[in-house]
């Protein structure tokens, strides 16, 4: 789609986490250029980059997904953990929107659950953050990101009254 519209492109792309792979460098990138001197440009820089990974590659990423993506009962009790870990971290999504809205958290949550994955951008800014930090001891990035997977439901309310605070207070 991109690269029809005309542009050029980095795409990186990270199997660490659905493999569990993490510090295993399992990914890979791609580049598109339609200019071949700049194609030729970012060939050199890439190879200058990369020559370590290549002298002394890292196997063990690569055999795992290898050995768990060529064994048929191997790779269904995969997309099983897989399919079982994406529905609990909706189900926090849930559990965390519904408690924002019991708490009369002030503002639309819509984006608790319309996001995916892993971690959700709560729309918290750098002061609310700080406060979730300071005096609820919710620690996440400061531009609002939030792991959904370390979330448990007996927590979702204690997370929505420190949220409902620093949107409140600050």
């Known amino acids: 789609m991109f690269t029809r519209s005309g542009l050029e492109l980095l795409l990186s792309q990270s199997y660490a986490k659905n493999m569990g792979l993490y510090g295993e460098r399992a990914g890979a990138l791609s580049i598109v250029s339609h200019c071949p001197a700049a194609a030729k440009r970012v060939q050199s820089q890439l190879c200058a980059v990369i020559r370590p990974m290549y002298s ?14 060529s064994d048929p009962q191997l790779y269904s009790l995969w997309k099983r953990e897989l399919a079982d870990m994406s529905a609990r971290i909706q189900r926090m999504r849930t559990a965390l929107k519904s408690a924002l809205l019991d708490v009369g958290c002030p503002g639309n949550w819509d984006h608790i659950t319309n996001q995916i994955g ?26 609002g ?10 927590r979702a309310k204690y997370l929505a009254e420190a949220i409902k605070d620093s949107v409140t207070n600050c």
Request: net charge positive; aromatic share 8%.
């Open 56 to 69: 002394s590659p890292p196997m063990h990423g690569a055999a795992i997904v290898v050995t768990v993506l």
């Open 118 to 143: 892993m971690f959700s951008f709560t729309g918290l800014n750098r002061t609310q953050c700080e406060n979730m930090t300071k005096q609820w001891h919710v620690y996440m990035t400061m531009d």
């Open 145 to 154: 990101r939030i792991s959904m997977a370390g979330l448990s439901a007996s």
